[in-house]
């Protein structure tokens, strides 16, 4: 039986690690994980916060994922979007769901990713 994650997973193109890496570690602040060389000649990156995990793997053929997404939780919802508009990401709020604070955007690659607040 399933007892929890490890981690999402989001694409990027051969050489866009830069772009993963300006998204999710500098403008979300999550900390770069050093993948195992066998898995870091592959390419792409991995990230981390409290008990969210991000990997973003390298395709050849790569898409932006526009329906399908990870959702992050933010202590301060208001900041990341701050952060995400001056850095010249969409901000797209959405209260679709009642009780739920929660935004979304595209990353540095264009894949979408929810941010809710705690």
């Given at each position: 039986m399933v007892v929890g994650l490890d981690h999402v997973q989001v694409s990027c193109?051969?050489?866009?690690?830069?772009?993963?890496?300006?998204?999710?570690g500098e403008l979300l602040g999550?900390?770069?994980?050093?993948?195992?060389p066998v898995l870091a000649a592959r390419g792409g990156c991995w990230f981390r916060s409290g008990s969210a995990v991000v990997h973003?793997?390298?395709?050849?053929?790569?898409?932006?994922?526009?329906?399908?997404?990870?959702c992050l939780v933010a202590g301060d919802l208001d900041e990341v979007a701050r952060?995400?508009?001056?850095a010249g990401h969409d901000v797209m709020w959405d209260d679709a769901i009642?009780?739920?604070?929660?935004?979304?955007?595209?990353?540095g690659m264009g894949n979408r990713v929810e941010v809710q607040q705690a």
């Amino acid at each position: 039986m399933v007892v929890g994650l490890d981690h999402v997973q989001v694409s990027c193109a051969p050489g866009d690690e830069a772009l993963a890496q300006a998204f999710y570690g500098e403008l979300l602040g999550m900390e770069e994980l050093p993948k195992p060389p066998v898995l870091a000649a592959r390419g792409g990156c991995w990230f981390r916060s409290g008990s969210a995990v991000v990997h973003v793997g390298v395709e050849p053929d790569f898409a932006p994922a526009r329906k399908a997404h990870p959702c992050l939780v933010a202590g301060d919802l208001d900041e990341v979007a701050r952060r995400l508009g001056a850095a010249g990401h969409d901000v797209m709020w959405d209260d679709a769901i009642p009780g739920v604070r929660r935004l979304h955007t595209h990353d540095g690659m264009g894949n979408r990713v929810e941010v809710q607040q705690a």
